[in-house]
């Protein structure tokens, strides 16, 4: 089955890629031909990742999925969330999580969670699927793979950072690949 994955963030691309593996033919946007910027601006996680499916099947007509994701930390009231990619004001990463850890600064609650939500558009029919993985902040960047901020995340049962765990590791604990698990265990059905 052919499914165009709506985005043009490589490091996703590569994640899913490795989680979907051969069961699935794996389309970009530019195998489609599509190169405007999706829209994102629903002010939610879910909105966000059906708004991205949504453009791709009226303008292409292509089953496709969507996801969005964030990290939602306790004691920022579940900020950056939605904004989790431009939280600085830029979409560098660095910035990004020197701008959690000032907002951080003194707080002994270091809960967070990383959510995704996917959004699957299968021959016009809808399906969202939510993944997410609990754990915490530290202190200081830890790692050096991944991206976002997978430095200074720590999950639960852990005592690595995403950062410092090889993509093998991350992509069989992580909140993308948990709800990827969802969506795939859904076609399997459609196509079984």
Known sequence: MELCFATNNAHKLDEVSAIL?????L????DIGCTDELPETSGTIPGNSRQKAEYVW????VSCFADDSGLEVDALNGEPGVDSAHYS??????????????NLSG???????FVTVFTL?????EHQFEGTVDGQILTEVRGAGGFGY??????DGH????????????NGISHRSRALSKMVAYLSEQVG
């Open 159 to 170: 005592d690595r950072t995403f950062a410092e765990m090889s993509s093998a590791e991350k």
């Open 58 to 61: 009226t303008h292409f007509g």
């Open 89 to 102: 004001g830029t979409r560098d990463h660095a910035r990004n999580i020197e701008t959690l850890l000032t």
């Open 21 to 25: 593996g051969d069961a699935f033919t």
């Open 150 to 155: 997978d430095p200074i995340f720590q999950p």
């Open 107 to 113: 707080q002994t609650n270091r809960r967070a969670r």
């Open 27 to 30: 389309k970009t946007l530019s």
């Open 121 to 125: 558009i299968l021959h016009g029919v």
